[in-house]
């Protein structure tokens, strides 16, 4: 588990000749159980990695679609704390796969960085994406976290600067996110063409796998998005399509859509 597993996850599926493909869920949407149960059906159909997304109050990079499942799952109780237990249930039912937790600062905070990264390293989490922690303020954590051999993963962006990207390249773990666009979260026809020089970029610094996310809903975009980078990062539109299933079907619904985006092989980026 940690770092380590998450990035030779990710660099599995360049080798053989795809894209990789993590999906984003949040915990306690549509409750707590269906999001296990849903993770688990993810490993199944054969996705690489999955992100956990942990609720919070004001999640501003998030787009209308994840602002809601987190309203729903905070509505239920469900804390960081619920997250970090929710991982270790799911490693108990044979879940192999890595895990990352997604979300923002105040709770890591709150329950205590220490505590934080010593009880997800031993429930099983790989590591953490944290969207509102700027890497000149993320020495802490990152520490820590290394501590632990978990990963803290970078969020870059086609308006970051040649200096922050190769910062964040350098001390980044398990991979780099690369968001696609500017902006919160949420599906979009196209995938942007400004993460191209984002990717090369980030390709100078480092030779972790680069994964893309923000705007990422079809099989056509999980394509482009293979032309430059390792890897698919698919949230919002994942999360509409269990909204719209009928109760006890979520994971029928989303395990079907998640097989039509892994497609076959279609060749990926390539790193030097």
């Known amino acids: 588990m940690g770092a380590i597993h998450l990035e030779r996850a990710l660099i599995t599926p360049t080798t053989d000749g795809r894209v990789g493909l993590i999906p984003f869920v949040t915990l306690g949407f549509p409750d707590v159980q269906t999001s296990l149960d849903l993770i688990l059906e993810f490993q199944r159909v ?6 956990i997304g ?14 809601r499942a987190s309203a729903h799952a905070l509505d239920q109780g469900v804390t960081l704390r619920t997250c970090i237990e929710g991982v270790a249930e799911l490693r108990k039912r ?19 960085l220490e505590r934080v990264t010593t009880e997800a390293a031993s429930a099983g989490v790989d590591g953490f ?10 020495g802490p954590l990152r520490a820590l976290c290394a501590d632990s051999e978990l990963a803290l ?26 968001v696609s666009l500017t902006g919160v979260t949420g599906a979009r026809v196209n995938v942007s063409d400004q993460v191209v020089g984002l990717v ?3 390709r100078k610094n480092t030779k972790l796998p680069v994964a893309i996310g923000f705007g990422v809903s079809s099989r056509e975009h999980v394509e482009a998005v293979g032309k430059y980078a390792d890897a698919a990062i698919i ?38």
Request: proline share 9%.
């Open 46 to 51: 054969g996705v690489d990695a999955v992100e």
């Open 54 to 67: 942990v609720p919070f109050t004001d999640p501003l990079a998030d787009g209308t679609t994840i602002q």
């Open 94 to 112: 044979g879940l192999a796969i890595p895990v990352v937790l997604m979300g923002y600062y105040n709770p890591i905070l709150a329950l205590g």
């Open 129 to 138: 994406i944290v969207a509102d922690l700027p890497n000149e303020e993320s």
């Open 153 to 178: 993963v970078p969020l870059l962006a086609p308006t970051s600067t040649e200096e922050r990207i190769r910062e964040a390249s350098e001390l980044a773990q398990g991979f780099v996110y690369c």
């Open 200 to 202: 090369e970029s980030v």
């Open 235 to 272: 949230g919002s539109a994942l999360l509409e399509a269990i909204a719209k299933a009928p109760p006890g079907q979520e994971s029928v619904q989303a395990g079907g859509y998640l097989k039509k985006l892994i497609g076959t092989p279609i060749g990926c980026g390539v790193q030097s």
